[in-house]
């Protein structure tokens, strides 16, 4: 029997996780579950997984989470210090499934336990970039990806040398407004925004996938994951969300990864490591797709990959402002405060009001992130 702790339970993530553990309870021990301010439906699961500590990062839920816990021996906290010590429960697996950078935190402390943590968290990666893969390094940690086109991609490379690739493309869905044009984008709404074709997931990354900064983000998660450097690194428009990502090696030949479009699959993925492990999942009827189809990206109407992009070839900060920027203005959009299109507009204004130095520690980053959230927010107020 394995421990698990999931960061981010009451999320789609975290739901998906604790489905397939909810089919595996022999196989799993749950220690610590968090969640952000829904103290009702945390301690729903922390009784049901029997867990040692529930977290939740809002302080002033702590009360509620203390009276939906009373008697059950289960142990509450709150705020970054409870979250992190949730990370640091000392579980073999820790699932980092927070959105945001406010994962960061929570998703270094279960790094420095030197085991394994099971990566969704992209922002928190892509914030802290080389400070994160530093002490993946340093303390041993085993970094499994979550992300179903990083999951692919981990697959495919299996024992091949990074020096033997040639190139990884990651596959993009083009979310809900691929096909739509510059004036209707202009109008969409939070709505129509979070109605992902293909996926059910979180409100802000299905955002993103609308805006393609999931996209974005996405290339420098792999820029850090995968070492072969940014050059190698492409993206292609996949709208049946099938293939989940390729990697093609110097003599020609490309290893694709294919499944439905459940995360599920990838998360079953990190949980049984380097095994397999049962899933609901009915198998892929190749027949009844009949089709898969792939298309370049457009980078005019859809700049963000553009702007991850040269984030990324600027290396240093640049990635942690993006990521901030892009946190403010999809809340903001969400609000009703920005229309869609303003979303990277206001990313490539804020990066383009300059970068700080590259960040070397956690503290580091954390102030790069809260600095350009505080820039993100006077931008949005002066226009
Ligand atoms: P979600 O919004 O459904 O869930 C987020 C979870 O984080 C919830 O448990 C919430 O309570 C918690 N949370 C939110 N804000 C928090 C804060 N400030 N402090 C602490 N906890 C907080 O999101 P999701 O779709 O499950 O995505 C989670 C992460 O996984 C994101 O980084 C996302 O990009 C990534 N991811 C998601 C999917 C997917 O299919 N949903 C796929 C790939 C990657
Ligand atoms: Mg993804």
């Known amino acids: 029997m394995r421990t698990i702790s999931i960061l981010g339970a009451t999320g789609s993530i975290g739901a998906s996780t604790l489905d397939l553990i909810r089919r595996n309870r022999d ?37 509620e989470l203390r009276e939906a816990l009373a008697g059950s021996g289960i142990a509450a906290a709150g705020g970054v210090e409870g979250l992190c010590a949730a990370a640091a429960a000392g579980a073999d697996m820790t699932v980092a499934a927070i959105v945001g950078c406010a994962g960061l935190a929570p998703t270094m402390a279960a790094i420095e336990q030197g085991k394994t943590v099971a990566l969704a968290n992209k922002e928190a990666l892509v914030s802290a970039g080389d400070v994160m ?29 990074p020096t033997d690739v040639r190139r990884i493309t990651l596959t993009a869905s083009g979310g809900p407004f691929r096909t739509w044009t510059q004036e209707q984008l202009d109008a969409a709404t939070p709505a129509q925004a979070v109605k992902h074709p293909n996926w059910d997931m979180g409100a802000k990354i299905s955002v993103d996938s609308a805006t393609m900064f999931n996209k974005g983000l996405e290339l420098i998660e792999a820029w850090h994951l995968f070492p ?36 599920r699959v990838p998360i079953a993925s990190c949980l049984a490591w380097p095994q397999r492990m049962d899933t609901p999942m009915p198998s892929l009827d190749l027949a009844a797709l009949a089709e898969l189809t792939f298309f370049a990206p457009d980078e005019v109407r859809f700049p963000a990959t553009r702007l ?19 946190e403010i203005a999809v809340a903001a959009f969400l609000a009703g405060q920005i229309r869609f299109t303003r979303i990277a507009a206001n990313v490539e204004r804020v990066l383009a009001a300059g970068v700080p130095s590259a960040p070397s520690s956690l503290d580091d980053v954390l102030a790069i992130d809260h600095e350009a959230r505080l820039r993100a927010r006077a931008l949005l107020e002066q226009a």
């Open 308 to 326: 991850a992009r040269e984030a990324a070839q600027a290396g240093g900060a640049a990635p942690a402002v993006l990521n901030a920027a892009n």
């Open 228 to 263: 072969v450097g940014l050059d190698r690194l492409s993206i292609v428009v996949h709208p049946q969300s099938v293939v989940h990502s390729l990697v093609e090696y110097r003599d020609g030949s490309s290893l694709a990864q294919l499944g439905p479009s459940d995360m």
């Open 133 to 161: 893969m530093a002490a993946v390094e340093r303390y041993g940690a085993t970094l499994l990806p979550l992300d179903s086109e990083h999951n692919a991609i981990f697959q495919c490379l299996g024992a091949n040398a």
């Open 27 to 63: 196989a799993w021990r749950v220690v610590a579950l968090t969640a952000n301010g829904n103290a009702a439906e945390l301690a729903r699961l922390a009784r049901e997984f029997g867990v040692e500590m529930a977290v939740v990062a809002d302080e002033t839920r702590l009360p």
